[in-house]
């Protein structure tokens, strides 16, 4: 408590509460958790903080939540969702004598995460009858737990089944789960079985399908192993199965770089590969791959490439692909490197490539740095996306950068928005201050919505009455009439 008293006191004076909270809920310290709400005027509640104690099976917490009313009335499911992943049997129970009706999703977390005792206590709590066999059987059958499989067969013996529970085992390799389906349900499974253990590069899984189940596979099982790189699976597949690949097994080995794969089916099959190839080279950075593909294979990059390149920031390839084909890029290439925060890329198009900017590439900047080197060197501008694009990043040094140097441009309804979505404070009363025709009255009601109650005060503290939690009760004109316009006191929450 020493400690949190001086972090307080030194750094949190005119701080609001919000995350601090949710951390003790999780850890069990309601002391601290008292010492908080007692000595902080901006206390910020949310049902994270009821989700956070559940996880950390602290019933006393939530006693205290629900004692001193502080949580929405929405709140009592999630935290049973979250009980059950993490085993806590007391507040499984604790939740279940206070209405929590979360069963499905319940169910399946203890499941996934092996505690039957808290699946078979939701089931007597609810009854067989509100159990999803189905959803059960496959969370099981995912997860490998054969137990579990067999506690569902006895307790819903005609229960729903359907392929994609043989399917599911068969895709995560769990081959225990899969001999036990194939021999104790008749669902059976489909092509997608063989495919997708292909995909994932479960071999012994497609030789134990191939030899005791008729279903098979299609072509997609060769081209998805390609893909993630299995060559022995793609090996056994070319030797033992007909279906062979497609075009798409190289274009999509290429894009891991998997170029051994990429070899062996230029050798032993006669598919080949389209232009996407060594444009998912180059757009993912693999540069042995593009230039072998290059070497050896007639489909050469378009411009394409070139862009997708610049999308990642890989400056080498796009060097390269301008020696090499000279075939350029396309206008949107700066936008995405802008995106991206690859300034070097930047430079290099704006020095070497003759190509159409527009204000699109400074609304897509994502980064400070991208952002002041566009308005050094560039004159197109930026839209209001960019203000926009800042608040749904949280990044408030490129608001103000914007504000500064663009300030007749401004932002929509969309960055409050983003702020309220983003739990950002600072940003939304910025915002309100700064561009208060661009917060409506949708931002208004997310914002009370969030309990963000206290933070009006600082606001009009006249007025506060209007934004209630009740959505309806709350009509835009007499909003409009209140003139909550100036921020009294926003300087003790916003340093801008």
């Known amino acids: 408590m020493a400690l949190v008293r001086w972090l307080c006191r030194e750094y949190c004076r005119q701080g609001y509460v919000t995350v601090a909270l949710q951390q003790a809920a999780g850890q069990g310290k309601l002391k601290v958790i008292e010492w908080l709400v007692e000595h902080h005027r901006l206390v910020i509640w949310t049902d994270e903080c009821a989700n956070a104690a559940a996880s950390g099976g602290h019933v006393p917490v939530l006693e205290w939540f629900l004692s001193h009313g502080v949580l929405s009335s929405e709140w ?19 939740l279940l004598a206070h209405g929590s009706a979360a069963l499905e999703e319940s169910l399946n977390n203890a499941i996934a995460f092996g505690h039957v005792d808290i699946a078979k206590r939701l089931v007597e709590h609810f009854g ?35 392929t994609s529970i043989m399917d599911m085992a068969a895709a995560q390799g769990h081959m225990e789960a899969l001999v036990w389906l194939h021999e104790n349900r008749s669902d059976g499974c489909t092509t997608s079985a063989m495919n997708d253990a292909a995909a994932n590069g479960h071999l ?29 699976v793609v090996k056994w597949l070319h030797e033992n199965r007909s279906e062979g690949c497609e075009l798409d097994a190289i274009d999509r ?43 050896n294979r007639p489909e050469k990059a378009t411009v394409m490439g070139m862009t997708l390149a610049a999308s990642n920031g890989h400056l080498e390839i796009i060097q390269w692909l301008h020696e090499n084909l000279g075939r350029g890029c396309t206008a949107n290439a700066p936008v995405l490197a802008a995106e991206g925060g690859h300034l070097d890329v930047l430079k290099w198009l704006h020095a070497n490539i003759e190509l159409e900017w527009s204000t699109s590439v400074m609304d897509a900047a994502s980064t400070l740095p991208v952002l002041q080197w566009l308005h050094d060197n560039r ?4 839209s209001t996306r960019a203000m926009d694009d800042a608040a749904s990043r949280n990044q408030f040094d490129k608001v103000l950068f914007l504000q500064q140097h663009y300030p007749g441009v401004g932002c929509t309804p969309e960055a409050a928005y983003f702020a309220v979505e983003n739990d950002n404070i600072e940003m939304f009363l910025w915002l309100f201050h700064n561009h ?17 109650l206290p933070i009006f ?32 006191s926003v300087e003790l929450v916003c340093r801008y």
């Open 76 to 94: 009592i499911n999630t935290p049973l969702r979250n009980a059950c992943s993490e085993g806590h049997e007391e507040v499984v129970e604790w």
């Open 204 to 232: 012994e899984i497609v030789q134990w399908l191939h030899e005791n189940r008729s279903e098979g596979c299609t072509a997609d099982a060769m081209n998805a192993a390609a893909a993630n790189g299995h060559l022995e």
């Open 457 to 488: 005060e600082l606001v009009d503290p006249t007025r506060v009455e209007l934004i209630q939690h009740d959505e309806e009760s709350v009509q835009e004109d007499e909003l409009e009439e209140s003139n909550v316009t100036p921020l009294v």
């Open 379 to 382: 004159i197109e501008g930026c």
């Open 128 to 162: 067989a009858r509100a159990v999803f066999p189905m959803v059960a059987r496959r969370v099981a059958a995912a997860h490998n737990r054969v137990d579990v499989l067999e506690w569902l067969q006895d307790l819903l013996p005609e229960g729903m089944g359907s």
């Open 436 to 452: 208060r025709d661009q917060v409506d009255m949708q931002s208004l009601r997310e914002f009370s919505k969030k309990h963000w």
């Open 253 to 295: 080995a290429a894009v891991d770089g998997h170029l051994e794969v990429i070899q062996w089916l230029h050798e032993n099959r006669t598919e080949g590969c389209t232009f996407r190839a060594a444009n998912n080279a180059s757009h993912h950075g693999h540069f042995d791959t593009l230039k072998w593909l290059h070497e």
